[in-house]
């Protein structure tokens, strides 16, 4: 089955620091794969996506590469801010026979960002 | 918009009464998903509709019901419900379903508390 395996957390950076959250996955077929984060006391937020091999997915600073032959997808942002403090989670979805999109998630990676 | 609400923000309930948890999306999206969050695990899949028919149920406990009146609302009936049930339901919808894989919003999700 399909599987995700994130770095474990917490992370504690200070800011302006270099953020890399490791990401790989297990799955058949060619799935998307996804970064989420999620803010205390809220629901999910897409952060970014990537479809097919080598695509790169960004926004709000953060990229991640869809790496086939690693099969992986790490999280980098040049320079972390306060406000990047939350719960990271790297997820794949591929379709579901009857319908539906199954997302697969990592464990969550916690940043917290110190002034 | 890229929206998706949910009521009530925050739930109370003895193991004997009945509830229910709305969401509700303006995107057109058609398929729409519950998930399960207990603290600091990932969100756990536990149905998806795909145009207003129930596509996929996954083996969850038959005191949790769905139930997708239109294209836009979803709900989830609570009934007899049990003090591990206590976590933070998340609710989420995207453009449709199949073979390609479309990206999953989600609503800020409801604090469940079972007493």
């Known amino acids: 089955g399909n599987s995700v395996t994130q770095m474990e957390g917490p992370v504690t950076l200070s800011e302006e620091a270099f953020l890399t959250i490791n990401c790989t996955y297990t799955?058949?077929?060619?799935?998307?794969l996804f970064w989420y984060v999620q803010y205390p006391g809220e629901g999910l937020q897409l952060l970014l996506k990537?479809?097919?091999?080598?695509d790169k997915g960004s926004n709000k600073g953060f990229e991640a590469t869809y790496r086939k032959e690693t099969t992986s997808f790490h999280l980098e942002k040049g320079s972390v801010q306060v406000s990047d403090s939350a719960v990271y989670f790297c997820?794949?979805?591929?379709?579901?026979?009857?319908?539906?999109?199954?997302?697969?998630f990592g464990t969550g990676t916690q940043l917290k960002v110190e002034l | 918009d890229t929206e998706v609400t949910q009521t009530p923000k925050h739930l109370v309930m003895g193991m004997t009464n009945k509830k229910s948890l709305k969401c509700e999306q303006h995107?057109?999206?058609?398929?729409m998903y519950w998930y399960k969050q207990k603290a600091k695990k990932p969100p756990e899949l536990m149905f998806v509709?795909?145009?207003?028919?129930?596509?996929i149920n996954e083996s969850v406990p038959s005191r949790f019901s769905p139930e997708c009146p239109n294209s836009s609302l979803l709900n989830l009936h609570l009934h007899a419900l049990q003090p591990e049930d206590s976590a933070l339901y998340l609710c989420?919808?995207?453009?449709?379903?199949?073979?390609?894989?479309?990206?999953?919003?989600f609503g800020p999700g409801t604090r469940l508390t079972v007493t």
């Open positions: 989420a919808s995207s453009e449709r379903t199949g073979a390609d894989t479309y990206e999953q919003y």
């Open positions: 799955a058949t077929g060619y799935p998307s």
């Open positions: 990537a479809t097919k091999a080598d």
């Open positions: 997820a794949l979805s591929d379709g579901l026979t009857g319908g539906g999109n199954k997302l697969t």
């Open positions: 995107m057109g999206h058609r398929a």
């Open positions: 509709y795909s145009y207003e028919k129930l596509s």
